[in-house]
């Protein structure tokens, strides 16, 4: 009896005498047999031989099947699942060179070379598919992802959008001042005591301090405390401390008190000018404020009454009245004969400007600060400033302005 190796199945089979095993290739679904080569070594004339062309047939018709199952894979998750199948621990290929160790030094030099060449060529088809899967997923990607650069912008609702009357206003604030050769100073709503109070000329524990009604945040470690600025005026110290006269500057911005009702809010907004050179006086003061009120209340005649009144900050110090006439409708500007306080204002306290290492005696200047909200409300007849923090839409549409018209002193400051 002979013996001859079937490859193909990964088992020994005899073939020669035995009738039921005669010609035909045994299949591996047909023997229930390890995967492991098995070889008989019984006699010596059982010696292995160099693997039959079968064998090498079957590797061949495994690679086949292999490429063109590569060559199918629409993606890379199919590509991945085909190397696995064929290189990962328990893959075709794998289980194939596994069986190297069970051969024969001679079949080994066939089969070893065959098996490695299968493997390196199967890596290496699967390497170019995967190459050319991502260039196709990048090219249905461009194709997809390309954008129409001329496609017609879209035209914005501009009836819808409203602009706040409070950002009106301030746009309004700043037309005037520019022209009048005024910059815009800022300064954070976040503000150290300091700066708040002791720069401007608030003695500590001083009674003005508690008028301001302010929101402190928690003491620091080294017992400065900084609080919600409760004015713009921090803003003047910032400024001179930061920049040699002269100095003419307004800087709008929000504010912070605990008050509220009709007329206040927590947060509101102030404007604060400043203006300091050489030989800055009340009458400068007086004429900017005019120019300013004529030119923002949209009126003729904007006549002023400055009464005295006291600032920390301002010596002499004044409150400044506009000339009104009170209606059933609500408030006429510049005509009658009612009063109607606006600002505060004065000349800059020889301590504030020591306190920012200006000396009194060479420079002087003049203040002031304004409701912004306020002078907002008058303009515009809002009667509830509660109202312009509700984030209602309707009061918006109703008190907002048209967007993209910006107001300006040559084309109007308000429509
Ligand atoms: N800071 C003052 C306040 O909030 C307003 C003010 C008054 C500002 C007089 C000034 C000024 O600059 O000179 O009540």
């Not at 193909?8 to 290739?25: C, D, E």
């Not at 088809?125 to 260039?135: H, K, M, N, S």
């Not at 604030?173 to 800022?186: H, Q, Y």
Request: aromatic share 6%; net charge negative; with cysteine.
């Amino acid at each position: 009896m002979r013996r001859r190796l079937c490859y193909r199945a990964g088992l020994m089979v005899q073939q020669g005498n035995a009738p039921h095993h005669s010609q035909a290739p045994v299949s591996m679904s047909a023997c229930n047999a390890p995967t492991s080569l098995l070889v008989s070594r019984n006699t010596k004339e059982e010696t292995m031989q160099a693997p039959a062309p079968a064998v090498l047939d079957d590797l061949k018709e495994l690679e086949d099947r292999i490429a063109s199952d590569v060559a199918a894979a629409g993606d890379e998750a199919a590509l991945e699942n085909l190397r696995v199948a064929a290189l990962g621990k328990k893959g075709s290929v794998s289980e194939r060179m596994k069986s190297l160790g069970t051969m024969s030094p001679e079949e080994r030099k066939t089969m070893g070379p065959a098996l490695n060449g299968l493997k390196v060529r199967v890596g290496e088809l699967i390497a170019e598919r995967r190459t050319a899967l991502a260039a196709e997923a990048l090219t249905q990607r461009l194709a997809a992802e390309t954008v129409d650069v001329t496609l017609e912008p879209q035209a914005a609702d501009v009836t819808e959008g409203r602009i706040h009357p409070i950002s009106q206003v301030m746009d309004e604030l700043i037309a005037i001042f520019a022209d009048l050769g005024f910059e815009i100073a800022e300064g954070p709503d976040i503000e150290t005591d300091d700066l708040n109070f002791t720069k401007l000329n608030f003695p500590e524990g001083h009674p003005a301090r508690d008028e301001h009604d302010t929101f402190f945040l928690p003491e620091r470690a080294d017992g400065t405390r900084r609080v919600l600025r409760t004015h713009t005026s921090p803003v003047q110290i910032r400024t001179m401390l930061s920049k040699k006269p002269p100095i003419r500057i307004i800087a709008p911005g929000r504010t912070y008190r605990c008050d509220s009702d009709q007329t206040h809010t927590p947060m509101f907004h102030q404007v604060e000018g400043l203006v300091i050179d050489e030989s800055a006086h009340v009458g400068h003061l007086k004429w900017v404020l005019q120019e300013f009120c004529k030119a923002f209340f949209e009126v003729d005649d904007a006549s002023m009454r400055f009464r005295a009144s006291y600032f920390p900050f301002t010596e002499p110090s004044y409150e400044v009245d506009i000339r009104c006439k009170r209606t059933h409708n609500g408030i006429e500007l510049g005509t009658g004969d009612d009063w109607l306080e606006i600002l505060g204002s004065g000349m800059v306290h020889p301590n504030v400007l020591r306190n920012c290492g200006l000396d009194p005696d060479v420079y002087q200047g003049f203040a002031w600060g304004m409701g912004i909200d306020r002078i907002a409300m008058l303009k515009y007849g809002m009667p509830d400033l509660r109202a312009f923090f509700d984030g209602d839409v309707r009061w918006l549409k109703h008190y907002g302005f048209a967007p993209l018209d910006r107001p300006s002193l040559a084309g109007g400051l308000s429509r």
